[in-house]
């Protein structure tokens, strides 16, 4: 490994001077192709790559380049090779001076000199559209703007390039088009830019040099922006702190999220008026970018969920179970419970609203007991996602049983921070231990299982109902004492002549 | 079996009978909990809430420091000095005990369910109470009564969390202390009941009660030459340290010493210090001369001590009595100088029916509870005489006043009805045959009417040779008390679930399909403003909310439920009562960034505000009288009307055009209807210029209006949107306004 990063760094410092070294390999870019579906606060981002590989063979590494724009935004990225399942190594390098840009290598399987294949990027960018204009009034629709570079980055040569932009609806109100694009826009096409319906085309551009690196993108590298209207409300989520507790007892495991959104849609000028809310709603043509209620699915076979805010219980929500099902084995499929939540009140652009949400959980559902180590496995997502919502912060508490030991945590993606503290509760004598794990960045596709292992003596599991009965057993013996002892001054005889 | 299992057999079915007593008071006071949510009920309890958070979150020195700036703004409010604390240390007592052994309990928890907790208490002082007056089985009686009596639940349901909560408790724990120092002569039992008395003054502004009702006991077991070494001990150990304790709460400070209401406690101390002096000095001088003469001199005294006082009070250096205890003597005195007080329903004298349904048949047997009193008039009867007396008479004034009614009635009703039980289940028949043929037609005669009933049995039961014969006259009395018992318990379970148990923050409704809805605009509105406002602004509306907006919304309030400024109060009342143009810079000078205002004419709302309006004006008009006039909003007629002969201040006022604007389009053409005042509203509806609609909740129960900011180029806003609106401005007619040019 230590070879490999070793060998990594030169090669990029290699790249970056352009000039393919002789231990590291090269490529060319035969065809890009760039997909982006607009939204709300989450964008998706489908790049493929198809490549080619040049020189010796050698480490077999792809390196991908962001600019500065898209690297603050992207919240989530993975790397296949089309047709495949699998994943690839992604290895992140910060920002590289040189290139201008921050850099990513990919590891690919060995490919001989030549040889062809075709990666995918998949990308999601939070907030990466934001409103224009910034506020507008109660009826009006919701514009968005949304900007990105005009060209892909690739430390590599490429020979055809092109982005297709889709809105979500045909309501595109207007698109750049810099006419100095079509310098790499060879002379087939009319314009650098053809929009049919929802779909805005860039490209293609052909016999692209290396797109990092400061000269070519001061001289050549534009912005692309694409005015669009969105047509329902932008939801964010500002933080999300989930806490999951375990209960052996009571065969428990309890959720509790604590939520709080944001309407990320332009701010609300002049004043909210209900009146026109509720006309609306009668004729049929509800406000797009109000909030009025969001449905959330929770897992199968749960029961007494809670909603709540910092007032009191919020009266307005709806719950549909699903029961469990029978089988275990098509525990994936669509059987989950719908909880329709709805704010106190309607979310308008650049509102807030706070909410918690929990239910409890029969413990086998996500519990297993290996025999042979002594060891609990249990696995709870990360979150549960607010539909097209991007979440900026994010916590995951994981309170295990009291007397838990040998902890062992594995979260479904790299997380920003790890904590551990020890939390009280209910009839506890030493405390709980707990795991809390902090994120930034997410997107609605972060829902992977955190898997906590851990053992349970046998006397942590009967230090409750020790504690309580010895509690108990005191009390009674106080009651006892302070019945049988007479604690008057003076004999009973003077105390009675009174 | 041994008499030592019996007794201990005793015992435990006692204890097991008032856990059990306990329990129904708790649980029948849970209404509210299981048909809405743990919620704090209604105005004040919401204030206890915050400030307990305050004291729970940052311990008790910064609770007794806290300067609360949000409330009253821009004055601000010395919490700390301005509260009587008890409720809420009680509950951050409970609250940290509750963390210290590992139960980590939601300190809103703690709060609404200290109400029921404390019944429970209660329910077990009233029996210690009633055991002093009666027996063991008066005192369950009494436990039972108190623990389900509406008077009491209507204080004290779960959510309630209001200082009437644990004050009940502490009064009658006080009393019973008081009974007990009293019998034994003991000074353990004054301390205690000095120690309980200052919880009491720490927890309730209704204490005053205790320092006037054991003075007054005192004072009447001294003039029917009840006079006793244990009077003096129990009475003179309360009374210091009591006294002395209760001046530590720094609301109640001085005042002991030097206001009116406190007076009679020293008076009688004073007194009491001369007869003990009397009674001394006669035990040495024999000559019945020289008694009288110290008799005469004890009462010159007194009377100098009396005198001494009114002119104290007249130079000033006693307060004199506050308005709200005139009240209690002139029932229309409040309605003239103090409309603030009138104005709240709570301070109106109470009407016949509120005794019946909060007390249901306990208010026809307690008159033979107290005259059973008189049978053996022990110190102790004497004592729920007075109280029995005076708490009907303040009852009778004030209908919050019905909750220190309530135990003395419970006592008196469990002493008759215990009587009337003794007599009929006692298996003993008379053994005298020659007595009997009267005394069984008197039984089975008066059997019918049960209240008359036990004061001649008991009577009897005095005399060994009288008694009942038979199974059948019993069994007729016994049934019919059982009954009417049965017929209370049921009385109790509807008034609690139906009349006691709205938290009144939430309301109950049916949905258009028949399932139960609530309506939750309220908090929907207070959430609103919590969450999409700046943390520093001020929200403007009529008392009533101050405390509901400060908890829910924590943002600053002009006013609220504490009324101590009766002037701040009246400025909301004028802004609120005057046109657009003179209320925009009286709430520019208060800062006033938000308005909420309560319309329930949509939903049948009727305690909104359009229905306090007149309350806003007589209580602005009593600060400025020519500026705001009553008559000015009443129709020629004399009538208060909205609809289109609605008087032109009226239409014009601030409060008017917040309710209704835009109301009118909610309705078709011509249609616009208030269900509250069942008027139809005009045509046209309000316009407003200087104020923006913020946000209407979903029934337009709350409506929260902007301060429009000063316009950019100086105009006043009425010229501003007459501009935008595209009208010319006719010529010469506005004056301009002009500008300096340096």
């Known amino acids: 490994m230590g070879l490999i990063h070793w060998l990594l760094a030169a090669a990029l410092t290699a790249h970056s001077a352009q000039c393919a070294s002789t231990s590291m390999r090269s490529f060319e870019n035969t065809n890009v192709q760039r997909t982006i579906e607009l939204g709300g606060s989450l964008t998706h981002v489908t790049t493929t790559f198809a490549i080619k590989a040049l020189g010796e063979l050698g480490p077999n590494v792809y390196t991908l380049a962001l600019s500065e724009l898209d690297e603050e935004k992207t919240a989530l990225m993975d790397v296949k090779l089309k047709g495949s399942k699998e994943t690839l190594k992604l290895e992140k390098f910060g920002f590289n001076q040189k290139s201008n840009a921050y850099l990513y290598s990919v590891e690919l399987p060995p490919m001989a000199e030549d040889a062809t294949a075709t990666i995918v990027v998949n990308s999601i960018l939070s907030h990466a559209s934001t409103p224009f204009p910034e506020s507008i009034k109660q009826a009006d629709p919701q514009l968005l703007k949304f900007s990105t570079e005009a060209y892909i980055l690739s430390p590599y040569r490429t020979l055809s390039e092109r982005t297709k932009i889709r809105a979500p609806s045909p309501k595109v109100t207007s698109f750049s088009a810099p006419a100095e694009l079509s310098k790499y826009a060879g002379t087939t096409a009319d314009s650098v830019a053809t929009r049919s319906g929802a779909v805005i085309t860039y490209g293609p551009f052909q016999d692209l040099p290396p797109t990092t690196g400061l000269p070519f993108q001061r001289e050549n590298q534009k912005l692309l922006t694409v005015h669009y209207e969105y047509d329902s409300p932008i939801i964010s989520v500002v933080s999300l702190d989930r806490s999951a507790e375990i209960s052996h007892w009571g065969d428990n495991l309890n959720i509790q999220d604590s939520v709080h959104i944001r309407n990320d849609g332009p701010q609300l000028k002049g004043h909210f008026s209900r009146l026109e809310l509720q006309q609306s709603r009668y004729f049929n043509k509800p406000s797009t970018q109000v909030l009025t209620h969001l449905t959330l699915q929770l897992p199968a076979g749960i029961h007494k969920p809670y909603y709540y805010d910092s007032i009191g219980n919020v009266t307005t929500s709806r719950y549909r179970q699903t029961p469990k099902p029978k089988s275990n084995t098509k525990r994936s499929s669509a059987a989950s419970s719908f909880m329709e939540i709805r704010p ?155 | ?406 135990p003395v009635v419970c006592v008196a009703a469990a002493i008759a009805i215990s009587t009337l039980l003794d007599t009929y289940i006692d298996p003993q028949e008379p053994e005298s045959t020659e007595v009997a043929p009267t005394t069984t037609s008197e039984a089975t005669g008066s059997s019918t009417a049960a209240p008359k009933e036990p004061k001649t049995k008991s009577k009897e039961s005095k005399a060994p040779k009288t008694g009942l014969f038979g199974l059948d006259t019993r069994l007729a009395v016994i049934f019919n008390t059982f009954f009417l018992m049965l017929i209370f318990v049921l009385h109790c379970t509807w008034t609690t679930s139906h009349a006691y148990s709205s938290p009144s923050v939430v309301l109950a409704s049916r949905a258009a399909d028949g399932s139960s809805a609530v309506i939750d605009d309220f908090r929907e509105a207070y959430y609103w403003l919590r969450q999409n406002t700046p943390k520093d602004a001020v929200v403007m509306s009529w008392w009533d909310y101050g405390y509901q907006i400060a908890g829910m919304a924590d943002r600053p309030t002009l006013v609220d439920n504490n009324t101590w400024n009766n002037t701040h109060i009246a400025t909301v009342g004028k802004a609120f009562a005057s046109s657009e143009e003179n209320a925009y810079p009286l709430l520019k000078k208060h800062d006033v960034s938000y308005v909420l205002v309560l319309l329930g004419s949509l939903i049948q709302y009727s305690g909104d505000d359009l229905n306090k309006f007149l309350w806003m004006i007589r209580i602005a008009s009593g600060v400025w009288p020519d500026e705001v006039k009553e008559t000015d909003f009443f129709t020629p007629r004399g009538e208060f009307r909205v609809d289109e002969h609605a008087t032109k201040t009226m239409s014009e006022s601030l409060m008017y055009k917040m309710s209704y604007y835009r109301f009118q389009e909610l309705f078709g053409p011509g249609q616009a209807q208030d269900r509250v005042r069942n008027q139809k509203l005009p045509t046209v509806g309000p316009t407003l210029d200087y104020f923006d609609e913020a946000f209407t909740s979903e029934n337009w129960i709350v409506r929260i209006y902007e301060v429009k900011p000063d316009d950019e180029l100086g105009r006043d806003h009425k010229t501003a949107n007459a501009y935008s609106a595209g009208k010319k401005r006719k010529k010469g007619r506005v004056a301009r306004r002009r500008f300096a040019l340096e």
């Open chain 1, 344 to 498: 106190r009140y309607p979310l308008l652009g650049g509102w807030n609203y706070t909410y918690t949400l929990g239910w409890d959980a029969p413990l086998g559902d996500s519990a297993t007991f290996d025999k042979k180590t002594g060891k609990y496995v249990v696995g709870v997502p990360f979150m549960t996602p607010v539909p097209g919502a991007a979440v900026d912060q994010a916590t995951f508490t994981f309170v295990l049983p009291e007397g838990a030991e040998n902890v062992h945590v594995e979260p479904p993606f790299p997380v920003d921070a790890m904590s551990k503290y020890t939390h009280i509760t209910y009839l506890d004598t030493i405390g709980r231990p707990a795991v809390v794990l902090r994120s930034s960045s997410l997107t609605d596709q972060h829902t992977g299982m955190v898997y906590v292992t851990y053992t349970v003596p046998v006397k942590a599991h009967l230090a409750k109902p020790l504690t309580v009965s010895t509690a108990m057993f005191g009390f009674f013996l106080l009651a006892m004492l302070f019945r049988r002892v007479d604690m008057r001054i003076g004999t009973a005889k003077t105390a009675k002549k009174h």
């Open chain 2, 1 to 406: 079996m041994a008499p030592e299992t019996v007794k201990n057999t005793a015992s435990f079915i006692k204890i097991v009978a008032l856990s059990v007593i306990a329990g129904a008071a708790i649980a029948s006071r849970l209404f509210a909990v299981i048909n809405f949510e743990s919620i704090i009920h209604e105005f004040d309890p919401w204030f206890n809430y915050r400030a307990t958070r305050v004291l729970a979150s940052k311990g008790f020195y910064e609770f007794w420091n806290w300067f609360d700036p949000t409330a009253w703004y821009p004055l601000g409010r010395v919490v700390g000095g301005t509260i009587f604390p008890g409720l809420m240390a009680t509950s951050g007592v409970i609250f940290n005990f509750l963390r210290a052994i590992h139960l980590p309990v939601d300190i809103r928890n703690v709060c609404v369910m200290l109400a029921p907790a404390f019944s429970g208490l209660t329910a077990w002082s009233t029996y210690m109470f009633t055991r002093e007056m009666k027996d063991e089985s008066a005192g369950l009686l009494a436990a039972i009564l108190i623990g389900i009596a509406p008077g009491y639940i209507s204080r004290s349901v779960a959510g309630s969390y209001d200082n009437e909560a644990i004050a009940i408790f502490l009064l009658m724990f006080t009393f019973y202390l008081w009974i007990k120092a009293l019998k034994q002569g003991s000074a353990f039992f004054g301390t205690m009941a000095a120690i309980f008395y200052f919880y009491m003054v720490a927890a309730w502004g209704g204490y005053v009660f205790i320092t006037n009702m054991i003075p007054l006991h005192a004072l009447v077991l001294v003039l029917m030459g009840r006079y006793s070494s244990r009077l003096y001990v129990g009475y003179s150990s309360w009374y210091a340290v009591g006294t002395l304790a209760s001046m530590q709460v720094p609301f109640v400070g001085f005042q002991p010493v030097t206001t009116s209401e406190h007076m009679a406690a020293l008076g009688v101390f004073g007194l009491l210090q001369l007869v003990a002096f009397t009674e001394l000095v006669r035990s040495h001088v024999s000559s019945k001369q020289f008694q009288t003469l110290l008799r005469t001199a004890a009462v010159t005294i007194g009377l100098l001590g009396f005198v001494a006082v009114v002119v104290l009070t007249m130079k000033g250096w006693i307060a004199p009595w506050t308005g709200r205890f005139y009240s209690l003597w002139d029932t229309g005195y409040a309605k003239k100088h103090i409309p603030i007080i009138a104005s709240v329903s709570e301070h109106q004298p109470t009407a016949w029916p509120a005794f019946f349904a909060d007390l249901h048949i306990l208010i026809f047997i307690f008159p033979v509870g107290v005259l059973l009193c008189f049978q053996k008039l022990r110190d102790e009867h004497v004592f729920v005489i007075i109280y029995a007396i005076m708490a009907s008479y303040f009852a009778g004034v004030m209908v919050r006043l019905m909750l220190t009614l309530t």
